[in-house]
């Protein structure tokens, strides 16, 4: 067995890709505060420390401490290689993220009620495992939901959710 595999899989991404990768974002993101500060101004005023003072600080620290992460990743290179996640893991991951990311998307797009009814019906028709659920759920559970929401949140508590251009087309909502 090679360094880089779990036993009963195939290694999709090893320890020491996911340590540089996480540095490398945390790095950048370190970076970003710290110009953004900059900008702002990062000495202090008769009043005390500029708006940037503390956010420049603080994205030191995080460039620091991802660099010192890189540095440490490098020195053991060997020893990280092993499996960090494989790839069916991986694959079942991605198949609730990516989902959930067309769900971000489509409400934007659709509105709540519409992305929320699609999501909801998507799930439960692509369920995986043992449960199968009929059409007819793949339906109305969805349509209940979306109902249910849209009765508590628009007409009992009057606190109206986001409904999109398509739905605003026909009048209702926003």
């Given amino acids: 067995m090679s360094t880089n595999q779990e ?3 195939r290694s999709f991404i090893t320890v020491r890709a996911a340590e540089l990768a996480v540095a490398a974002f945390t790095a950048i993101v370190g970076a970003v505060v710290m110009h953004g500060s900059y900008e702002q101004g990062i000495g202090w005023e008769d009043s005390g420390p500029q708006s940037g003072y503390f956010p420049f600080y603080i994205g030191m620290i995080m460039l620091a401490a991802s660099l010192g992460t890189i540095v440490l990743t490098l020195k ?7 499996s960090f996640v494989e790839r069916a893991p991986f694959a079942h991951v991605m198949s ?4 959930v990311c067309v769900y971000g998307v489509a409400i934007r797009l659709l509105g709540m009620y519409i992305a ?3 999501f909801i019906g998507w799930f439960m028709w692509h369920a995986k495992g043992e449960v199968r659920h009929a059409r007819w759920k793949v339906v109305v559970v ?5 109902l249910a929401s849209y009765l508590i949140f628009e007409r009992w508590f009057q606190v109206p959710l986001y409904n999109g251009p ?4 026909f009048g209702i909502g926003q």
């Fill in 116 to 118: 929320s009814l699609l």
């Fill in 96 to 99: 609730v993220f990516l989902p």
């Fill in 76 to 82: 053991d290179w060997r020893a990280l290689a092993r």
């Fill in 166 to 169: 398509l739905l605003a087309h």
């Fill in 7 to 9: 036993p009963g899989g």
């Fill in 142 to 146: 969805p349509a209940a939901v979306v």
